[in-house]
């Protein structure tokens, strides 16, 4: 036997040395180095080796670690190393295989006389193979081929521990880039509530970054003004989450919390708890949603209700009233009180025809695109019937019409328009309840018309000058709560002048009075679009 004189003691030393390496996380190249020269000194010599792994998806192998071999040879080897591993796999032994054996020693050094391959297997599944030459021909013990396959086992090990690191850390970095580019609000709290991960969204939410709240308590980051059904303090100490298995039991509280520079969000969260192997609460998962667009889309919608039922039972009550009056057949009605009578009974009607147009209307623009009925509208002659209508309703307000003489007819929806006019008009008295000038002309330019209807109302703070044009939008002042609407008015004149190619827009200021003004082109155009019906 020609191996290194001390070689049983030399044999612990490589192994403990492999071992070392594998327990101070060197990584996988330097362990598999490790074993490669460990096993190189042992078959006696300085003759190469190298080390191959096979990769989980495609079973190829790839040569990792090389000692003594010219590098220009690698690709040979790999494709010969993939006929000797195929040909172990099907149980050829040595003798069988020993054609693409001598091609491989060729190949690496032809001086080469002798070759040990050892596979390296984890749980019956092969990662690789470890292979070691030699320049002289000799028989090996069994203690030391016992050696071999051990210093085999270990870069086997250090394979599988690679990868399953590897699979973690992928894991790792898969969950950090859902958390980071999240667009919910993500936070993750160990079980005593510490904030152990907050993403960019839930910062933005919160006003807290990352760095400032990290090891914070949540109820520091997150501070409720109203929540149901409570926060999760108060939550965790009535019990939540309880015994129970990973990811189980989730919970749901939602409510307004004050962010740090003073507004207030109103957000969703749902807790996910997350328990250890003992069953012992490990983490808490929460998932943050800005639900303000959602709140407010909500009362909006709440108040178009109550608004609606409001506007609709006014005009019916008023018509019912007054019709029962008329019809008693113990009165005797004069020409004058049965035509007040039926005045208003007729106007009131023409009230609920408006708002019933108005209400479909808006839901037809919610379906599809206004498709307008196009032809020549003479807007002096629309504008002085919509006012001669107003001014006998009796409201108090002194009327007046603006137009430059010979003012252009234009190609328009009249009907479409004369809303437009109505819901203006409409507006300007009641908005301006004490009365006052309502004046309503236009100029004309080339290729358009500008109309406008001016008042001398309660007016428009400017916050809220760009919003009044949104469906079920209604300003939310004393006078506001007290007057009927929908807050559908404005957004079909919205939509109506767009539908022109026109554009509309308001010049106010609180108490001063309000000028609403559109511009329409002289000829509107029907688009075509492939998403309008016939
Ligand atoms: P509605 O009048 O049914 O509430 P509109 O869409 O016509 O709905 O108007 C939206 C809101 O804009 C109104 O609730 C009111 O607060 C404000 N507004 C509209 N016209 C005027 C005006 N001429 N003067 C003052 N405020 C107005």
């Known amino acids: 036997m020609l191996l290194i004189p001390d070689y049983r003691v030399r044999q612990r030393d490589l192994l403990l040395e492999i071992i070392r390496a594998m327990t101070s996380r060197l990584d996988l190249a330097e362990v598999l180095r490790l074993v490669l020269k460990a096993s190189v000194t042992m ?35 790999e494709s010969q190393l993939q006929e000797l591993v195929t040909g ?24 080469m006389r002798q070759l040990f391959p050892m596979p390296l297997v984890i749980a019956d599944e092969p990662v690789g193979i470890l292979i070691v030459f030699r320049d002289y021909p000799a028989a090996i013990t069994v203690d030391d081929r016992q050696i071999l396959r051990s210093f085999a086992d270990h870069a086997a090990i250090a394979v599988h521990n ?4 590897e699979n973690i850390d992928r894991e790792r970095q898969r969950l950090n880039a859902f958390v980071a580019h999240s667009a919910d609000g993500v936070m993750i709290l160990d079980a005593e509530r510490q904030v152990l991960q907050l993403n960019p969204a839930l910062a933005g939410m919160t006003g807290w970054s990352e760095a400032e709240s990290l090891g914070r308590q949540e109820e520091e980051v997150l501070v409720w003004s109203t929540v149901s059904p409570g926060n999760l303090h108060e939550l965790m100490d009535g019990g939540w989450p309880g015994p ?8 749901s509280v939602e409510g307004d919390i004050l962010r740090r520079y003073g507004q207030e969000l109103s957000i969703a969260i749902t807790y996910v708890p997350l328990h250890g192997e003992g069953g012992q609460l490990a983490n808490i998962f929460a998932n943050v949603r800005d639900i ?3 709140r407010r889309a909500q009362e909006l919608q709440n108040t178009f209700v109550s608004g609606v039922s409001h506007e609709l039972k006014t005009p019916v009550a008023l018509i019912k009233g007054y019709a029962g009056t008329l019809r008693r057949e113990d009165a005797d009605w004069g ?18 025809a408006g708002l019933i147009d108005n209400l479909l209307e808006a839901s037809r623009l919610q379906a599809q695109k206004m498709q307008l009925d196009l032809g020549p509208v003479d807007l002096v002659g629309l504008a002085t019937r919509v006012v001669k209508r107003f001014q006998m309703q009796g409201t108090g307000h002194d009327f007046r019409l603006a137009f430059p003489e010979a003012f252009p007819v234009i190609v328009a929806d009249e009907a479409r328009l004369r809303r437009v006019m109505d819901n203006l008009l409409g507006n300007a008295v009641k908005y301006a309840p004490e009365g006052g000038q309502i004046e309503v002309g236009g100029q004309a330019a080339v290729d358009a018309v500008t109309l406008f209807v001016r008042d001398e109302g309660i007016g428009i703070g400017p916050e809220d000058q760009e919003q009044i044009f949104t469906r079920f939008y209604r300003v939310n002042d004393a ?12 957004y079909l004149a919205r939509a109506i002048v767009e539908a022109h190619g026109g554009t509309i827009g308001v010049d106010s200021r609180p108490g001063k009075g309000a000028t609403f003004h559109f511009t329409l082109p002289r000829e509107a155009r029907v688009t075509t679009d492939a998403t309008q019906e016939p």
Not at 162 to 165: C, G, S
Not at 335 to 352: H, K, Q, T
Request: charged content about 25%; hydrophobic content about 35%; cysteine-free.
């Open 88 to 111: 172990i796999q099907q149980g050829l032994d040595y003798h069988d295989l020993e054609g693409t054996l001598q091609r491989m020693t060729a190949e690496i050094d032809p001086r």
């Open 292 to 294: 303000t667009h959602f």
């Open 335 to 352: 020409m004058a009180e049965l035509r007040e009578g039926l005045e208003v009974i007729e106007d009131e009607a023409d009230r609920l």
């Open 162 to 165: 690679a990868r399953l690191y």
């Open 244 to 251: 129970s298995q990973v990811g189980s039991n989730p919970l």
């Open 479 to 490: 006078l506001g709560q007290r007057t009927q609407g929908t807050g559908l008015g404005l």
């Open 43 to 77: 078959v006696g010599g300085e003759g190469p080796g190298l080390v191959a792994l096979r990769n989980a998806d495609t079973g190829a192998y790839r040569i990792h670690a090389t000692l003594n071999i010219d590098g220009d040879r690698i690709p040979r080897l």
